[in-house]
């Protein structure tokens, strides 16, 4: 079955490897054609290697859509279904993260579930790295920039704070130094105050 499913989506590739998705005729026929692969294959993906399989192929459904077209809702969708497979993926979620990095701080496209998820991702990934060679592999004291740059986002500065705080105590940098300072500002005084108590 594995190998049935890689000539599935080799086939996907072959039919949609040169669309751009410049228009709404091409997004729809790529989607169609996405949607018959997983008709097909979903149901029989029994075996771990079949689910990670389809795994990455909702993966890159999902960044192009993200990526290439407005389609924000359907590509949400086709990492949500990467994620379901396959849910225990480190790489799954940093490559769900790194397609929404840009979108969380566009005004125009971010929504609350686009940065929850994003939230959800990097804690996944942080939590992932519980080994000290996991912690130095994925560089884990910039996961918790990047997540204490989303919860400045969430308008949570008190959790920016204590991300801001976690990755300066893995490697002190300048980043995390201007990232503790925008978070102590949005706080106020009496907000670092409460902060530092553990009140908030």
Request: hydrophobic share 40%.
């Amino acid at each position: 079955m594995l190998e049935d499913i890689k000539t599935e989506i080799a086939e996907f590739h072959r039919k949609f490897g040169a669309c751009k998705l410049e228009n709404e005729t091409d997004e729809n026929n790529f989607i169609a054609g996405a949607e018959i692969v997983l008709r097909r294959c979903e149901p029989n993906a029994q075996t771990e290697e079949e689910r990670h399989e389809l795994a990455k192929f909702c993966n890159f459904l999902g960044c192009w859509l993200l990526v290439f077209t407005y389609r924000l809702k359907e590509g949400r969708m086709y990492y949500q279904k990467a994620l379901a497979l396959y849910p225990d993926s480190f790489d799954i979620h940093w490559e769900y993260y790194t397609t929404l990095e840009e979108i969380v701080e566009d005004e125009m496209q971010c929504t609350p579930e686009f940065i929850q998820d994003a939230i959800d991702c990097l804690r996944f990934c942080i939590d992932y790295c519980d080994t000290p060679e996991l912690m130095s592999e994925n560089h884990i004291e910039y996961r918790w920039l990047e997540l204490g740059r989303v919860y400045l986002i969430a308008k949570e500065p008190a959790k920016a704070r204590r991300c801001a705080k976690m990755s300066m105590k893995l490697q002190k940098s300048g980043n995390a130094k201007q990232l503790l300072a925008k978070a102590d500002k949005e706080l106020g005084f009496f907000g670092r105050i409460r902060a530092m108590l553990g009140i908030i």
